[in-house]
């Protein structure tokens, strides 16, 4: 039962195995067989015998099938048995009939190749036409491009490059003749940085060549500009009663004269007037800016242009090694350096970032150390004012220009001020020689006046002011010689010439005024004072010329407040102004007169040495001649004679050179008894010297010099005449006794020279008096001698151990 009850269980199941296998594909077959293998045991068996009995019922099921349709079969090969005739006569038919219709159409045939052919030509043409219409634009727009590079119209080929590129060439890129147009444009774009490169070269060669005209014009506008504001300004002080003058008033009319002609001259230069775009064609910098703009490379043009201006621009400041030599030279020199920046300022306005204001900046910061270093040096070898004179003009409109271009120029200012001071120095080398030949020509003696005419000349050349000498009648005499008016007259030049220097220097007129006053301070203290030490101390001058120099310099002291008010005048300045420097006229002028006073001392004690040469003593006579000598009268003659020509000195210099000659006198006198080469001296020469000392203290009291209180002068001689009153009366034991006491009657003797001077006489004594053994009396005088001798050496020696 159970293998029944099994058997009747995969009977269903094989089925279903079947029905797969007759509605599946092949390729899954095999699972479902493997499920009959899996399954139970003895399945395999009984799923073949199923299979067997299926495909027995399969093959009566065809068998049946073909049963019921084979008399249809055999029906259908008879009656295609029966068509096989009628087949075979209209295959005839129809091959008949087509060759029929072959043979008739041959020539519709060639007919339609023909329009065929047409027809594929219509074709051609309408497209080769379509490719043209589309490709001639392109063939024009590069035409166009050939025409622009050949007319030098280099940006609008580059748009024309860029429209090609753009526009016209990706609608025919598939051709080869645009393909070899793409390929062209950049040698093209190459060209044309090549060629606008080249221009920008000219074109700076050109500027480099023509920066001297370029600047020159500029100075000029800008020296135009400036005059007609000074003329307009001379205009306004004129009507408001404010007129700057520099040596006289000057007429209202004179004014309107000038600023008639600065407005004639400016009304005709408006008419010549040049801009840097007249002078120079700009086009070539904004032509080639816009080509390397056009192409991208903007960056390298204006790296390229920087460079090469940066070089031209060193080339520009580098002066030539004679420019000192000439104002020709200087000007050259700014005519260049006015040129370069007046065309980088025309280029940073009228282009686009091509320099800018930090780059102008820079590159004048650079150029204008080099410029004061350069006119620092070369001006230090100019010796010339007037050339160091127009040099500052040169420097100042050189300013005022570029000033006016916006560049700052203060530094140059800075350097004027550095100039001003070498200019001065000129000056006063300048001044120096003119003092030295105004001395050089003076006679030092007062000036004669015969007439009111002559009066009058000398006063409008120098203020002198004396109503004595206005009172007295012709012919008359100023004081001061001729070289005191003329020195007075060449200050006031050289404070003009300082003048000229300060003007234009945008400083206010009090700083002006205390730089005159500075630059006249050091003539004054410097170069007059210098030269009138130099006159002072030459040998040919003489104690008249020495006494004409001290009335001289009291004079132009006098003269120092005259000068004060003339700086104040021509500078417009207030007097009461607190901050006003002085002029040092009084030290000045009161130094040369001490050394003036000096050198008269030095000069006259010089001519008593001479006179005192000439004295020829016979110092062993036995008896005096009874009179003075000779020399001494002639130099007592001289010193009378030359003081009174002191009685036009002040008194204490007088007096001090009275006192001076007679001292240095009575010294050479007292050295004359005490020469070491003096070795005798009889009684005879003692009194014969005692009369010169005589002559000199008569000399003394006749007061040659007034003012002396008392017998001032003859304390000049004391010394001499205790020591010859104590030779003459012989007192040595008054001497010996009072010595050392203050109311001595020998008390300016020193024991050295009373030594020295007895000692000459006892060897006089012991050589004249040979038999002075045999007389009394000359042995007593000689005993007494030595012990005298004796005494004042104890004396001495006494002193000597004491000190």
Not at 10 to 24: F, G, K, M, N
Not at 738 to 767: C, F, I, W
Request: with cysteine; glycine share 4%.
């Amino acid at each position: 039962m159970a293998e029944n009850g099994e058997g009747l269980g995969t009977v269903p199941e094989h089925e279903r195995i079947l029905q797969e296998i007759e509605s599946t594909d092949t390729a899954c077959v095999g699972p479902t067989l493997r499920s009959v293998y899996d399954d139970q045991p003895n399945a395999h068996k009984k799923f073949m015998e199923k299979l067997d009995a299926c495909i027995r019922n399969h093959d009566k099921e065809i068998e049946k099938m073909c049963n019921f349709h084979h008399q249809g079969f055999v029906d259908a090969i008879t009656e295609l048995l029966k068509v096989r005739t009628d087949a075979e006569k209209l295959k005839v038919q129809v091959t008949d009939t087509n060759r029929k219709f072959q043979d008739a159409g041959k020539e519709v045939i060639v007919q339609t190749e023909d329009i065929i052919r047409c027809r594929i030509q219509q074709r051609n043409i309408t497209t080769v036409v379509e490719k043209l219409q589309l490709c001639l634009p392109v063939l024009e727009m590069y035409s166009k491009l050939k025409e622009q590079m050949s007319a030098k119209r280099y940006y609008s080929a580059l748009k024309t490059m860029e429209q090609l590129e753009n526009v016209y060439f990706p609608r025919v890129s598939q051709y080869r003749f645009c393909q070899l147009m793409i390929e062209n444009l950049p040698k093209l774009r190459e060209d044309i940085k090549e060629i606008s490169m080249s221009d920008l070269k000219d074109f700076l060669e050109s500027i480099r060549k023509h920066s001297d005209k370029i600047g020159e014009t500029a100075m000029k506008q800008a020296q135009q500009q400036k005059t007609f504001s000074v003329a307009l300004q001379k205009q306004n002080r004129v009507q408001f009663g404010k007129n700057i003058h520099f040596n006289d008033r000057i007429p209202e009319e004179r004014n309107e004269v000038e600023l008639k002609r600065a407005f004639e001259e400016e009304d005709e230069n408006e008419e010549e007037v040049l801009t840097v775009q007249d002078l120079v064609d700009f086009s070539p910098v904004y032509r080639c800016l816009h080509i390397y703009s056009v192409l991208g490379d903007e960056e390298t043009f204006e790296n390229y242009y920087r460079k090469q201006r940066k070089k031209q621009a060193r080339l520009v400041l580098q002066p030539q090694s004679n420019m000192h030599e000439t104002v020709d030279g200087y000007r050259r020199y700014f005519t260049q350096i006015v040129g370069f920046f007046v065309v980088e300022d025309h280029i940073l306005h009228v282009t686009q970032g091509l320099v800018t204001r930090a780059y102008t900046d820079e590159l004048w910061n650079m150029a204008l150390s080099k410029i004061i270093a350069v006119l620092r040096a070369h001006s230090s070898y100019c010796t010339d004012p007037d050339l160091v004179l127009e040099l500052k003009n040169l420097i100042v409109l050189f300013a005022d220009t570029l000033q006016g271009y916006g560049f700052p120029v203060n530094r140059l200012f800075d350097l004027l001020f550095e100039i001003r001071e070498q200019y001065n120095e000129t000056l006063l080398k300048k001044w120096a020689g003119v003092f030295r030949d105004i001395f050089e020509e003076d006679n030092y003696s007062p000036i004669p006046i015969v007439n009111e005419e002559e009066y009058k000349v000398v006063i409008s050349k120098f203020p002198f002011q004396d109503p004595d000498l206005e009172k007295q009648s012709f012919p008359k005499k100023f004081p001061m010689s001729q070289s005191v008016p003329h020195i007075y007259i060449q200050v006031k030049e050289f404070i003009y010439a300082s003048l000229k220097f300060s003007e234009s220097l945008h400083r206010s007129s009090t700083e002006i005024d205390d730089m005159l006053r500075k630059s006249t301070n050091l003539l004054l203290t410097r170069t007059l004072s210098s030269c009138l030490l130099n006159l002072i101390r030459k040998p040919h001058i003489g104690l008249t010329e020495l006494v004409q120099i001290i009335i001289n310099t009291t004079h132009l002291e006098q003269a120092c407040r005259y000068l004060e008010d003339f700086i104040t005048n021509i500078t417009n300045i207030s007097q009461e102004t607190v901050h006003t420097t002085r002029l040092y006229g009084l030290s000045t002028f009161k130094d040369a007169r001490h050394a003036a006073e000096g050198e008269i001392y030095t000069k006259l004690n010089q001519k008593i040495d001479e006179f005192v040469q000439l004295a020829d003593y016979d110092w062993t006579m036995s008896e005096p001649d009874g009179r003075a000598s000779g020399y001494l009268m002639d130099l007592i003659n001289f010193l009378r004679s030359i003081f009174q020509v002191f009685t036009h000195l002040p008194g204490k210099v007088a007096q001090t050179a009275c006192m001076s000659a007679c001292q240095h006198l009575s010294t050479s006198l007292m050295q004359m008894l005490l020469d070491s080469e003096l070795k005798q001296i009889s009684m005879g020469a003692v009194q014969q010297f005692n009369l010169d000392v005589i002559q000199c203290e008569l000399f003394a009291s006749s007061e040659p010099v007034p003012g002396f209180q008392g017998d001032t002068l003859q304390l000049a001689f004391i010394d001499l005449r205790q020591l010859l009153d104590l030779f003459m009366v012989w007192d040595w034991s008054t001497y010996l006794a009072d010595y050392g006491q203050p109311a001595s009657k020998y008390l300016r003797v020193n024991p050295n020279t009373a030594l020295t001077l007895l000692e000459k006489m006892k060897d006089t004594s012991k050589k004249n008096n040979i038999f002075a053994q045999f007389r009394k009396n000359d042995r007593d005088k000689q005993k007494l001698i030595e012990t005298v001798v004796k005494q004042l050496r104890s004396l001495v020696n006494g002193m000597s151990q004491h000190t």
